[in-house]
């Protein structure tokens, strides 16, 4: 969950500086999300799911990819998983994030990739989202 909320507030504040931008008199839309989204309590872990739902339990396949550093040239192994999902829930305060908040943070992240990878085009998505009934 931790890396999930890390991209959100990535996403906000991305969107906030170069798409919002800042009503006077209001808190920013990078603060309010990074202060307004939290996750629960009791969740840290969410498990990494096939499309089934059930849970993946071990990779699909790996990827090689040259990687440059200031020591030369090496070769990064990446498991990945095809199909994959991740269901989660989040916590809102008050009425400072609305669904809308949340969609476009996730338009723009689905594009824009989560994780370590996104750079070189990895990590995008799709998304769905649903209010809780309570």
């Known amino acids: 969950m931790a890396t999930i909320r890390a991209h ?3 996403c906000a504040s991305v969107l906030s500086s ?13 603060v309010r999300m990074k202060n307004a989204i939290y996750y629960p309590p009791e969740v840290y872990w969410v498990p990494i799911l096939k499309a089934d739902g059930t849970p993946a339990m071990q990779h699909d396949g790996t990827k090689d990819t040259f990687v440059h550093t200031f020591q030369g040239n090496s ?3 990446f498991e990945f ?22 969609h476009r943070i ?6 824009h990739g989560y994780a370590g990878e996104r750079g070189a ?5 799709t998304f769905t989202m649903k209010e809780a009934d309570e």
Do not use: C, H, P, W
């Not at 170069?18 to 990078?30: R, T």
């Not at 989660?88 to 009425?95: A, E, K, P, S």
């Not at 996730?106 to 594009?111: L, T």
């Not at 085009?121 to 998505?125: S, V």
């Open 8 to 10: 959100i507030k990535d």
């Open 18 to 30: 170069l798409y919002i931008g800042k009503i006077s008199g209001e808190k920013s839309f990078a």
């Open 75 to 77: 070769l990064k192994q």
């Open 81 to 102: 998983i095809t199909d994959a999902r991740i269901d989660f829930q989040l916590l809102l305060l008050g009425n400072a994030v609305k669904m809308a908040d949340l």
């Open 106 to 111: 996730f338009e723009y992240g689905g594009v």
């Open 121 to 125: 085009g990895e990590g995008r998505y």
